[in-house]
């Protein structure tokens, strides 16, 4: 069966410091893979999705970066957290069926 | 742009009645729709789904109406019970793209 994992679970940076979340599917090849964030009180945006490893579309401009250097592993980064940032981020990954599913979820509190 | 809304961001029931969410869409072409649902600080877990070739879809105490000519969804749970208190957010697609979410609506089942 398939499962999705990302870590950390949560984390507190300052203001200023860099950003890596890191996101792996098992079971599957080929996903289309997804990082979405849950601002405080808000919905889901998507904020990146890729088709296979190194093809990045960015939904949203902002100061974050996603890569997909393996098959089954994607990776939200920044260079410099802002306040901004701070949020619920999840990794998605899509079925055939299309449907989504989705990790854990990382807490970020940028401070 | 907000392609798919859920204009109530919460909604409280008493234990055994029905739980009616709402959701509705602008995007014609969306396809494919689904319900989520969320409790805090866990990634979201899908529920049930509806393509746009049918009306309705059933699955145990939830069921899923889709009127493409309103452009509107809804979730339907009954008996509702204090467990389904949660976020629930409504998705929409197109087959093989990117999915788009509700801003989500938090349920509360009382006992």
């Known amino acids: 069966s398939q499962t999705i994992h990302q870590w950390p679970a949560t984390l507190v940076q300052p203001v200023g410091s860099p950003l890596s979340l890191e996101c792996t599917v098992e079971?599957?090849?080929?996903?289309?893979l997804y990082w979405y964030r849950q601002a405080a009180g808000r919905g889901l945006q998507l904020l990146f999705y890729?088709?296979?490893?190194?093809?990045i579309s960015s939904e949203v401009p902002q100061n974050l970066s996603a890569s997909r250097p393996q098959d089954r592993q994607f990776i939200l980064s920044s260079k410099k957290l802002l306040l901004s940032d701070s949020g619920f981020y999840l990794c998605?990954?899509?079925?055939?069926?299309?449907?989504?599913?989705f990790g854990e979820g990382s807490w970020l509190t940028v401070v | 742009d907000q392609q798919v809304k859920q204009n109530s961001p919460s909604l409280s029931v008493q234990e055994g009645r029905i739980s009616i969410l709402n959701c509705d869409y602008t995007?014609?072409?969306?396809?494919?729709f689904l319900w989520y649902k969320k409790y805090p600080a866990e990634g979201p877990t899908f529920l049930i789904s509806i393509s746009s070739i049918k009306d309705k879809n059933e699955d145990g105490r939830f069921t899923v109406f889709l009127n493409k000519s309103a452009k509107h969804l809804s979730l339907h749970i009954v008996p509702s019970q204090p467990g389904d208190s949660a976020v629930y957010f409504c998705?929409?697609?197109?087959?093989?793209?990117?999915?788009?979410f509700g801003a989500g609506t938090r349920l509360t089942v009382k006992p």
């Open positions: 079971g599957t090849s080929n996903p289309n």
């Open positions: 995007n014609s072409m969306f396809d494919y």
């Open positions: 998705a929409a697609s197109v087959l093989n793209n990117d999915m788009r």
């Open positions: 998605a990954w899509r079925d055939e069926g299309n449907t989504i599913y």
């Open positions: 890729s088709v296979g490893i190194g093809q």
